[in-house]
C-alpha cells in the first residue's frame, strides 16, 4: 500500500453530516489522485469501519473518549508533521493547532467555549472553511467550501389524491430539529382538511437529552394514530415513503444536508428560516416557514399541499439547483479549485495571511 500523500481526521468516530461529508471529501481527494488515510478513534469506531469498508487507509487511535482521542490524535500529529492534515470538525483542529501544513474545517458554528478552542484550532491553518455564507459570516477569515451529497437518483413522483398525505421528517427526533413544531403544524393541517394525512418520522434521539423525548412525545400524542415512526432507514427508502419532507430546524443549521438530499431526489420539500437552509434551498424556493411557530409552518404546509400537484417546476429547479451546488460533481470542482488556489499561494503571501486568487 502506497505512503498517504494526504489524511483526513475526523471529529466523531459515528456517523453524522460532518463524517458524511468527511467521506466526500476523502473520496473526491481519491479520484484527484490522491492516497488518502482516515483517522479515527476506536471508540466509537463507525467512521473508520465504514472508511475501511470504502478502501480507505486507515489509523485507528485508541481513545474512547473525547480527552483521549484530542491526545491520541496531538500524539500522531507529532510523529506526522509533514502529511498535509485535514481537520475535519473543531476536536482535530484544536488537537493538531500549529503544527504542520493543515485544513481546519468546521461544520458547526462554535459557541461558548468551543468558540476559544476554534481560535485555538485556526493557528496556522492553511484553510478555514465552512460549508455555508451563513457560517463564513460568523467566522473571521473562513471561507465556504458547500457540502455535497453522493449520486443520487433523479425520481419526482406523482401525488395522488386518492391516496393518504404522507408527510415526511428525516433526522434527528430532537427539540432543536423542529420536530415538536412539525407534530403541532400536522395537527393543524389534520384539523382543516376531510383528507387522510399520516406524519411519518424516520430517525431517533441521537445527541439528545430526556427533555426532547418528553416534549416530542407530548406534541405527537394528539395525532398518535397518524404518525408512523420508521427508526433510522435508508434516505432512498424514506423519499419513497412520502409525498413531501419536511425540515423545521429551530436551531442555526449550518448547511442543511438533507434538504440537498431532497433537491437531487426530486422531493418537495418545506424548511425553516433557520441558519443555513435558506441559503441551500436558494432564493426562489417558494415554501419556507419562520423556525420554531407551528401556525406559520401549518400554512406554509397548506399552501405546499394545495400546489403539490403542480409542483413539477419547483421540483425540477431544485434538481438544477443541485446539480449545479450540491452534486459530486460540483463538489469535485470545488475542491479542485481550493487545492489549486493553495498549490498557487506563496510563502510570502502565506505568512502575510493573505491568499491567493
Known amino acids: 500500500m502506497s505512503a498517504p500523500t494526504s489524511a483526513i481526521a475526523t471529529n466523531n468516530g459515528d456517523i453524522g453530516g460532518g463524517e458524511v461529508m468527511l467521506l466526500n471529501i476523502a473520496g473526491a481527494l481519491r479520484d484527484l489522485g490522491h492516497e488518502v488515510m482516515v483517522i479515527g478513534p476506536a471508540s466509537p469506531g463507525e467512521l473508520v469501519r465504514l472508511a475501511q469498508k470504502s478502501g480507505f487507509q486507515t489509523t485507528t487511535l485508541r481513545a474512547t473518549n473525547r480527552r483521549e482521542y484530542i491526545v491520541s490524535l496531538c500524539l500522531w500529529r507529532l510523529r506526522h508533521r509533514r502529511i498535509p492534515l485535514w481537520c475535519n470538525g473543531l476536536v482535530p483542529s484544536f488537537a493538531t493547532a500549529g503544527i504542520g501544513p493543515r485544513i481546519v474545517h468546521f461544520h458547526i458554528l462554535p459557541v461558548g467555549l468551543n468558540a476559544v478552542a476554534a481560535r485555538v484550532g485556526k493557528l496556522a491553518a492553511r484553510r478555514v472553511l465552512v460549508p455555508s455564507q451563513f457560517m463564513a459570516d460568523r467566522i473571521p477569515g473562513s471561507k465556504v467550501l458547500v457540502n455535497w451529497t453522493e449520486e443520487i437518483p433523479f425520481r419526482p413522483r406523482s401525488i395522488s389524491v386518492d391516496q393518504p398525505l404522507r408527510i415526511g421528517f428525516l433526522g434527528r427526533l430532537t427539540r432543536d430539529k423542529g420536530v415538536d413544531v412539525l407534530a403541532r403544524a400536522v395537527r393543524s393541517i389534520i384539523r382543516e382538511t376531510d383528507r387522510d394525512v399520516q406524519l411519518i418520522l424516520a430517525g431517533e434521539n441521537r445527541f439528545g437529552s430526556d427533555a426532547d423525548d418528553r416534549e416530542i412525545v407530548a406534541a405527537l400524542a394528539p395525532i398518535a ?22 425540515f423545521p430546524s429551530v436551531w442555526e443549521e449550518p448547511f442543511g444536508l438533507v434538504a440537498a438530499e431532497a433537491m437531487a431526489a426530486g422531493v418537495p420539500f418545506i424548511i425553516s428560516d433557520s441558519g443555513a437552509l435558506p441559503e441551500v434551498a436558494g432564493s426562489r424556493h417558494p415554501w419556507i416557514a419562520e423556525r420554531g411557530d407551528s401556525e406559520d409552518l401549518a400554512r406554509v404546509l397548506s399552501a405546499a399541499v ?6 413539477e417546476k419547483v421540483v425540477a429547479a431544485s434538481r438544477s439547483r443541485w446539480e449545479r451546488e450540491f452534486s459530486p460533481r460540483a463538489g469535485k470542482v470545488a475542491l479542485v479549485s481550493l487545492l489549486s488556489g493553495m498549490a498557487h499561494e506563496t510563502p510570502e503571501n502565506r505568512r502575510k495571511g493573505v491568499k491567493s486568487a
Not at 239 to 245: E, R, T
Open 225 to 246: 394514530d397518524r404518525v408512523i415512526e420508521r427508526g433510522w432507514v435508508a434516505r432512498d427508502m424514506f423519499f419513497d415513503d412520502i409525498d413531501l419532507a419536511v
Open 306 to 311: 394545495d400546489d403539490l400537484s403542480s409542483s
